[in-house]
């Protein structure tokens, strides 16, 4: 499966931005998927992620209550709404996917990855 997400862009503090990820290739609810961001000079980190239905979601606590994931399956899509975004929240956010079972919440057990959004948030 191919991923690319979009929507990033420069906001204020405060503001909301909802980004997408569109998945091309078949069987597409199949997969778990998840979004991540990586700062600079930091470590990739988990954001969260979503069951193939769509019935379970997982948060860091950095965004929980803030962020939420979601997809349409008819549509290829997985979505990551977040609200009242931080300047800490400033990274490249990426989808990626997975069929696996293991940990979802580390990245290492993602099989697929899109390209990456910048998203920057502004004090």
């Known amino acids: 499966v191919q991923l690319q997400a979009s929507g990033g862009g420069l906001v204020q503090a405060g503001a909301s931005r909802r980004l997408s990820c569109l998945a091309s290739?078949?069987?597409?609810?199949?997969?778990?998927m998840g979004w991540f961001r990586q700062a600079p000079g930091k470590e990739r980190e988990f954001v969260a992620t979503?069951?193939?239905?769509?019935?379970?979601?997982y948060y860091s606590d950095s965004v929980k209550g803030r962020f939420t994931i979601s997809r349409d399956n008819s549509k290829n899509m997985v979505y990551l709404q977040m609200n009242s975004l931080k300047p800490e929240d400033t990274a490249v956010y990426y989808c990626?996917?997975?069929?696996?079972?293991?940990?979802?919440?580390?990245?290492?057990?993602?099989?697929?990855w899109g390209q990456g959004t910048q998203v920057t948030v502004s004090s």
């Open positions: 290739g078949r069987a597409f609810s199949d997969y778990i």
């Open positions: 979503i069951s193939q239905t769509g019935s379970n979601t």
């Open positions: 990626a996917a997975k069929r696996n079972y293991y940990n979802s919440y580390d990245s290492r057990n993602y099989e697929y």
